[in-house]
């Protein structure tokens, strides 16, 4: 099977940057997904790593390490709206299609 | 956004009861999934389909069954509803197996 982790809750100023880990155990990699999920709403797709490297949109700005199994979600600028859930997603070979997803990390935006 | 619905969107239901929610969606897309989504456990997946009226289980089916007769319909069955089965469960689809998953409103239920 696939343990995923990433920090339960973390806090941050508006304006500042958060950094939100994500750690992951598999035999067969083939994608890291971020997802963002207001209280009460859906989750929405945010970036997707395939390939090392970082991965930029915005002010958003996710990277891989697959040799660490590593990843994180960068968030700049912080701003109010920023305070939510953020997911990550596996996807591996032998379970092609279907992700499996951490348990979340709550960011709370403060002024 | 992907056109995607959820039906109902909030049940309140009685231990025991047969329950159907469904999921719409209007993209044409190939892939359904059925989630559910608990405190501490993140989403998890219940069952999924790659195509009319091929379906498989997830990682979480045991009570759960579903049904796809048309591309835009995905079916998620509760046979005989327990209170564990109180959550919130989200559809999602994706254009194909490599792809981002979208995800629907979701629906509330609560088993009494």
């Known amino acids: 099977g696939q343990n995923i982790d990433q920090p339960t809750e973390m806090t941050a100023t508006e304006g500042a940057i958060v950094q939100i880990n994500c750690t992951y155990q598999?035999?067969?990699?083939?994608?890291l997904f971020w997802y963002q999920q207001h209280a009460g709403e859906a989750p929405t797709f945010l970036s997707y790593n395939v390939l090392d490297g970082l991965e930029e949109k915005g002010r958003f700005s996710s990277f891989l390490s697959r040799s660490k199994g590593y990843s994180y979600l960068l968030l700049k600028e912080l701003q109010m709206k920023d305070s939510a859930s953020y997911l990550c997603?596996?996807?591996?070979?032998?379970?092609?299609?279907?992700?499996?997803f951490g348990a979340g990390t709550q960011v709370v935006v403060t002024p | 956004d992907a056109g995607i619905t959820q039906s109902p969107r909030h049940k309140v239901t009685e231990t025991g009861t047969p329950v159907t929610l469904r999921c719409h969606q209007t993209?044409?897309?190939?892939?359904m999934y059925w989630y559910r989504q608990d405190p501490g456990h993140g989403l998890r997946l219940i069952h999924y389909?790659?195509?009319?009226?091929?379906?498989d289980k997830g990682e979480v089916s045991d009570g759960y069954s579903v049904s796809r007769s048309k591309t835009e319909d995905f079916l998620l069955t509760l046979e005989s509803a327990t209170s564990s089965q109180t959550s919130v469960y989200f559809c999602?689809?994706?254009?194909?197996?490599?792809?981002?998953?979208?995800f629907g409103p979701g629906t509330r239920l609560t088993v009494l």
């Open positions: 999602a689809i994706s254009e194909s197996l490599s792809n981002e998953q979208f």
């Open positions: 598999t035999s067969g990699f083939n994608g």
């Open positions: 389909s790659y195509g009319v009226k091929d379906t």
């Open positions: 993209e044409n897309h190939r892939y």
């Open positions: 997603a596996l996807m591996t070979t032998d379970s092609w299609g279907k992700f499996q």
